[in-house]
């Protein structure tokens, strides 16, 4: 790992966090590139079933670093990752700002825990600078199209409650807990049995831009790999487990 990016295991739970406070933990190419190595590392570890990507001392990222810029247009994206697709499922735990490139690693991901004081935007737009790290492909499934050209075209802010009502942010807590409670997240997705979990997140982004058909073949494709662990769970449920609602997570 470089001195920029740490890898840490906390149980099933992988984290990932930029460390570059000096510059808002903003990505130079080193950095995109231990990015790369350390989500190519995680899809390794066999013992680490949930990703957590954060930034250190109470700041995401400020996307691209705009002062170094030497990133590269590779095959994995300009930020080292943000055009592969891990086998797992991932969090981002956001405090601070999560702006331009930032918002698009954090989109990368498939779920968003913010701290009640953290900033998003596309803040880029004031200089001229492209979403090319899957901002433009990804914003819209998640918050709708008019809403993410409101935020692509006038780089407007966007603050954790509004991006929690647009279905940008998951969950919002209090400042300097989102990585706790990121963790805490992944730790619940990682108790489920993961073949399905797996599954069932492949069939997801399967069948984005696809029609409903092939969208449906693909869910009975990645459906059908699961049946054996379904199988198991149906027994646990014959045998009186899960009754009443044991086991349901809570909202928060």
Not at 40 to 68: H, I, M, N, P, Y
Request: proline share 4%.
């Amino acid at each position: 790992m470089s001195d920029s990016v740490s890898y840490e295991r906390e149980g099933p739970v992988a984290v990932v966090t930029v460390d570059r406070p000096q510059r808002r933990n903003a990505i130079d190419d080193e950095t995109a590139r231990a990015l790369g190595d350390a989500w190519e590392r995680f899809d390794d570890d066999e013992d680490a079933l949930v990703g957590v990507l954060t930034g250190s001392e109470g700041t995401f990222s400020a996307g691209a670093d705009l002062k170094a810029m030497d990133l590269e247009d590779r095959p994995e994206g300009w930020l080292g990752f943000t055009r592969t697709r891990v086998s797992k499922p991932t969090v981002a735990a956001i405090e601070g700002h999560c702006v331009a490139g930032g918002l698009e690693m954090a989109l990368w991901c498939d779920l968003r825990v913010a701290g009640e004081t953290a900033t998003f935007g596309c803040f880029e737009r004031r200089f001229g600078v492209p979403l090319v790290d899957g901002g433009t492909q990804r914003l819209p499934h998640v918050v709708g199209l008019g809403r993410a050209l409101e935020l692509i075209l006038t780089g407007r802010e966007l603050d954790p409650e509004t991006a929690k009502e647009w279905g940008l942010v998951n969950r919002v807590v209090g400042d300097g807990e989102a990585l706790d409670a990121a963790v805490e997240l992944a730790e619940t997705v990682a108790g489920f049995p993961q073949e399905t979990v797996r599954t069932d997140r492949e069939a997801v982004y399967d069948g984005l831009g696809a029609s409903l058909q092939q969208g449906l073949a693909a869910e009975g494709w990645h459906g059908s790999r699961a049946m054996e662990t379904a199988a198991s769970g149906a027994d646990r449920f014959a045998g009186g487990e899960g009754r009443g609602g044991e086991g349901v997570p809570d909202e928060e």
